[in-house]
């Protein structure tokens, strides 16, 4: 933990396998698998400005999703080392690609944990080397044809565990490959109390 | 070669256990200024003993399980595009 601790504060982000077992893991690709017919474009979020749409994701959430949000709480304080309350959980669906906006997470999201819930995407593109960007000169960044989409540190998902990521803070991608399936992401955000 | 020395806040408990609190640990630590009055409205104590290096002990904070979920939302977020005009 010491190691992920000092990782994450140094860089904005950190990996952390190996938080649960296969049963738990099942039981979030259950969960998000039935939530997907509920889950709807949500009205709160990260926005990025761009000059082309690209299809929106769909939210939703669950009980063992929220039970976990909660029960992760004291990883993420220790991680972060902050007195760390949660704000929202979710799953984000990817249905035919798994692209993401360039972006940071909303103040609710001091510190987000990320997880593979079902399906498969790719290795999340962080970039502490945008750090304190806006939003508008993220999204002027996205619609510029000449930014290298594949730039940034990719991060992938660990199958039982997260990432551990400074959201808020810390500007994040992901390019975008074909994905076939239902592929969902689970992710638990917290916020600094004081 | 790191040329400044390093320090840290040490804590004990009962049993004679050291916590060592390095200064990068304390600055992600610190308060925003405008949370001052409610953290020291949670303080049970407003003694403040004496440590080092300028810091004092102000006492053992205790979050109610009413603030402890008072920023948590069933309503889901998720990125997205913005909308144009």
């Known amino acids: 933990m010491r190691a992920a601790q000092r990782a994450l504060a140094a860089e904005g982000f950190v990996c952390v396998p190996g938080l649960w077992g296969r049963e738990l893991a099942d039981g979030l690709a259950a969960e998000a698998s039935a939530c997907r017919p509920h889950a709807r474009i949500p009205a709160n979020g990260p926005r990025t ?146 | 070669m790191c040329e400044s020395a390093t320090k840290a806040l040490v804590i004990v408990d009962a049993e004679g256990n050291y916590y060592v609190l390095p200064g990068e640990v304390i600055s992600l630590a610190k308060a925003a200024p405008e949370a001052q009055d409610a953290i020291a409205e949670r303080l049970a104590s407003h003694a403040r003993v004496p440590l080092a290096e300028g810091y004092c002990f102000a006492g053992v904070l205790t979050v109610p399980a009413e603030d402890e979920l008072a920023h948590y939302t069933p309503d889901v977020a998720w990125p997205n595009a913005a909308d144009t005009p």
Do not use: K
């Open chain 1, 49 to 194: 400005p761009v000059t082309a749409r690209r299809r929106g994701t769909p939210a939703a959430n669950g009980p063992l999703l929220a039970r976990l949000h909660l029960g992760l709480t004291g990883t993420a304080r220790a991680l972060s080392g902050r007195l760390l309350v949660p704000t929202f959980a979710a799953y984000g669906y990817y249905e035919g690609d798994d692209a993401v906006y360039l972006h940071t997470d909303t103040a609710q999201c001091d510190l987000t944990l990320l997880t593979t819930a079902c399906g498969e995407v790719g290795p999340l593109h962080v970039h502490p080397e945008l750090a304190g960007r806006t939003m508008a000169e993220l999204g002027s960044l996205e619609s510029d044809p000449s930014w290298d989409r594949a730039s940034g540190t990719p991060v992938r998902y660990p199958a039982t565990g997260i990432v551990a990521l400074a959201g808020h803070r810390i500007p994040h991608h992901r390019p975008g490959r074909p994905a076939p399936g239902l592929n969902a992401v689970a992710a638990l955000c917290y916020r600094a109390l004081y």
